[in-house]
């Protein structure tokens, strides 16, 4: 590590931290040569790779872009979508590989937004899971009424309005 002063080749760590979030660690540093104090943080670099074959680093930031279109017109804040985002961070960041394919970033972002949203969930999924007709999607909707019907006693999924009688309705009118 080079000081950032005086350009010297070595530093000495004084205190290493993790952050809050735990993805990163925060070192303080001196410098042997000048004596100056500095912070350096580092994480663990995360790479995707695309159907093209290139790789890119991992962003949160393209992951929000991907779930906000999903989530247009839904009754879904700004912080469920962050909260989803850094779930999906800590999904892939936990396959412990340095290098994943978009498609596997993509399923991972699958189950945080079923939780979320379903209607969401539909829309994002008939791309990632390259629904090709009408069956596609009632094959999904089946699945999604028999998982909830099996979780009895299980609130209505945020976003999904009570019925007259406070349950769940059948699905999309």
Partial sequence: MHCPF????????MDSRATDDGSS?????????????FTTVETA?????????AAEPFSRAKVLVGV???????????DQLALLAHKVEETIRG?????????EVGLAILEPL????????????????AFDSLEDFEQAITLL????????????????????????PAGPS
């Fill in 145 to 168: 009424r028999v998982e909830r019907d099996a979780g009895t006693g299980e609130e209505p999924a945020r976003g999904m309005p009570a019925g007259p009688e406070g349950d769940v």
């Fill in 6 to 13: 005086c350009r010297h080749s070595d530093s000495r760590v």
């Fill in 45 to 53: 670099a995360l790479s995707v790779v695309k159907r093209s074959g």
């Fill in 114 to 129: 079923r939780c979320l949203d379903e209607v969401a969930y539909l829309r994002f999924a008939s791309v990632y899971q």
């Fill in 68 to 78: 906000r279109k999903a989530c247009q017109g839904r009754p879904v804040t700004e």
């Fill in 25 to 37: 660690i925060r070192r303080r540093r001196q410098c042997p040569e000048c004596g100056k104090r």
């Fill in 95 to 103: 396959l412990g590989q340095a290098e994943v394919d978009a498609h």
